[in-house]
């Protein structure tokens, strides 16, 4: 197998369109980013005097609290956008001379899984622009050690989304999904009430939701206690690691399976 | 006659209750521009999946420039290019862009993908809409970019499904200048599908698929030759009864499409007064021709091309 030809390059052609075809439409941007915005704002403010709960900076505003959720929100909302073309490109017939040229599934998967990760970091730092509102700091080295981690977070979500979006004949199957099992796994992910307080039942399923660890890898990153000696965060990228590989292993095994 | 390019051989397949493919047998040779004519549903779509290795055949074997088309469908897939009936041009890209991205799925990069790409813009003569998005496009110049896409890398057979589909009789002659221009200059093979019968005519040589099986095979004239000299169409007041006195009196057999006897006769011309003068009265039209491809379809098949169309379903 030539891996320029099968992988390199249909990755970089599939990846660059995907970055052009989002830029060409501002409204997705907005659409995309703006109403996670409004969610952390409303909701933050809202309930910021009911909440009540300590962190390493001393006490939380819900704002605070809510921050790396909004995070995961917006970069889940961009890799479900992302994905979804995938079953507008099957039905507006892009994907038929895609599945017969010369290139390997990985090449097919991980140029669509690159390209909705990018925009979701893009979209991810954008609003990264209120962390300091809130009093969040960090160093040149602690930021990229973010988006580092940000990224690896969204190829894990892009690549959940295309598994999905790969077996999907219609767009409202995929908007189904998304309402009955994406909102649901970041709503027990820790992003809006920390599992301490969450009843038995509920911890179980929260610790077996991988975003559970995305979300508390974010926040230990953004409060300084992302180091390699803390269990709990190396557990978590671990656990976000492996997710990873294994949507995108899933992902690579189904794009060769459907035919047109 | 040249090297066999693609070979089929006891090609059969099914979809989930529907033969689709009936052991269908067949070699294209080499620099040949060779049409698959039938009705929708014939079988021709799903001859263009199986070759273009979209679909894996349910038995039988299919090969393109020596490799099968299931075991080895990477290589054939580096040797063909295919033009799909339904568009598969992203229209938010320029053509340009489109052009690059698919080069890209074929391995090329960097000035050599360039220089392929004007090479193409100037042969479809694109080059003032290369930055113009696809959808600002017209449907005939939307299908150029499509073939342009599957000529971008070079490849030994060309594939195009229905390429005339929405095109205005204007686009759809420039397209097959084009395609015999092409395969003038680069000695490329072309398999074209077709229910559009002038169009068939184009074709050094075709074959004629009905429900799925092969009905005939050869060069448009040979397929002509083989119906016999000429058709005479007759519309007679009782058509059941013109049929029986013809039959009685000039021992002639004819069949029935649409109301219309036909009668295929060597010297059909001499036969035509007689026959008025035989039936004074009864005949309301009768018209005498050289067989053309419809009349090949029928004499092979008993029923016109485009009775099946209205189906609707595409195969």
Redesign the interface.
Same mark, same amino acid.
């Given at each position: 197998m030539?891996i320029?030809?099968?992988i390199v390059?249909?990755t970089?052609?599939?990846w660059? !369109?995907e970055l052009? !075809?989002f830029f060409?439409?501002r409204s997705r941007m907005i659409g995309v980013i703006g109403s996670p915005i409004l969610f952390w704002f409303f909701i933050g403010s809202g309930l910021g005097s009911s909440f009540r709960m300590s962190s390493p900076k001393g006490d939380t505003s819900y704002l605070e609290y809510f921050f790396p959720g909004t995070l995961l929100l917006i970069m889940l909302f961009t890799a479900i956008f992302s994905t979804i073309s995938i079953i507008e490109d099957r039905k507006?017939?892009?994907l038929?001379?895609?599945?017969?040229?010369?290139?390997s599934g990985a090449g097919i998967a991980l140029g669509k899984i690159f390209g909705g990760t990018t925009l979701a970091v893009i979209q991810a730092i954008i609003f990264l622009a209120f962390a300091p509102l809130i009093g969040f700091q960090f160093s040149v080295l602690e930021f990229l050690s973010l988006i580092v981690l940000l990224f690896v977070i969204a190829f894990g979500l892009t690549g959940l989304g295309f598994l999905i979006a790969w077996r999907m004949e219609s767009t409202q199957g995929f908007h189904a999904i998304m309402n009955l099992f994406l909102i649901p796994l970041w709503l027990l992910s820790g992003s809006l009430f920390p599992m301490e307080g969450a009843p038995g039942w509920l911890r179980g399923i929260m610790s077996i939701n991988p975003l559970t660890y995305s979300v508390s890898a974010t926040r230990l990153m953004l409060y300084h206690q992302a180091r390699i000696e803390h269990p709990g965060f190396i557990f978590s990228v671990c656990v976000i690691l492996s997710f990873c590989a294994i949507v995108f292993i899933g992902s690579m095994l189904s794009v060769r399976k459907k035919?047109? | 006659m040249n090297e066999s390019i693609v070979i089929v051989s006891d090609l059969t397949h099914d979809y989930a209750e529907r033969r689709a493919l009936d052991n269908v047998s067949l070699a294209i040779a080499k620099n040949e521009i060779f049409g698959f004519l039938g009705p929708n549903g014939g079988g021709k779509t799903t001859m263009f999946?199986i070759l273009?290795?979209?679909?894996?055949p349910t038995s039988g074997r299919a090969e393109v420039c020596g490799y099968d088309v299931v075991k080895r469908s990477?290589?054939v897939?580096?040797h063909?290019g $295919?033009v799909?009936q339904?568009?598969? /041009?992203? $229209?938010? /890209?320029t053509v340009r862009?489109n052009l690059?991205?698919?080069g890209? /799925?074929?391995?090329l990069?960097g000035t050599t993908a360039s220089q392929r790409i004007d090479d193409v813009l100037i042969h479809l003569k694109l080059v003032d809409r290369a930055h113009d998005t696809v959808e600002m496009l017209s449907g005939g110049l939307q299908r150029r970019v499509e073939i342009g896409?599957g000529l971008l890398h070079r490849p030994d057979v060309l594939i195009l499904d229905e390429p005339s589909t929405g095109l205005d009789p204007g686009a759809r002659r420039d397209l097959w200048d084009y395609l015999l221009q092409l395969r003038k200059e680069t000695g490329v093979t072309v398999v074209v599908t077709s229910h559009i019968l002038d169009e068939a005519e184009h074709c050094d040589r075709l074959v004629i698929l009905d429900k799925g099986k092969l009905v005939a095979i050869g060069t448009p004239d040979k397929l002509k030759r083989e119906v016999g000299g000429e058709v005479i169409s007759i519309v007679a007041k009782d058509p059941a009864e013109a049929r029986i006195l013809l039959k009685r009196k000039f021992k002639l057999a004819s069949t029935i499409v649409e109301n219309t006897i036909r009668v295929e006769k060597n010297n059909g011309h001499q036969f035509v007064p007689k026959i008025v003068e035989a039936f004074p009265g009864k005949i309301e039209a009768i018209s005498v021709g050289k067989p053309t491809l419809e009349d090949v379809f029928i004499h092979h098949t008993g029923h016109r091309m485009r009775n099946e169309e209205s189906s609707g379903v595409d195969t």
């Open positions: 030539n320029t030809t099968e390059l249909p970089y052609s599939l660059m !369109r052009i !075809r060409r439409q507006e017939g892009f038929q001379s895609v599945l017969v040229a010369p290139i035919s047109i | 999946k273009s290795t979209a679909i894996t990477s290589e897939r580096r063909i $295919v799909f339904s568009p598969s /041009l992203d $229209v938010k /890209l862009e690059r991205f698919h890209l /799925l074929h391995g990069h896409k």
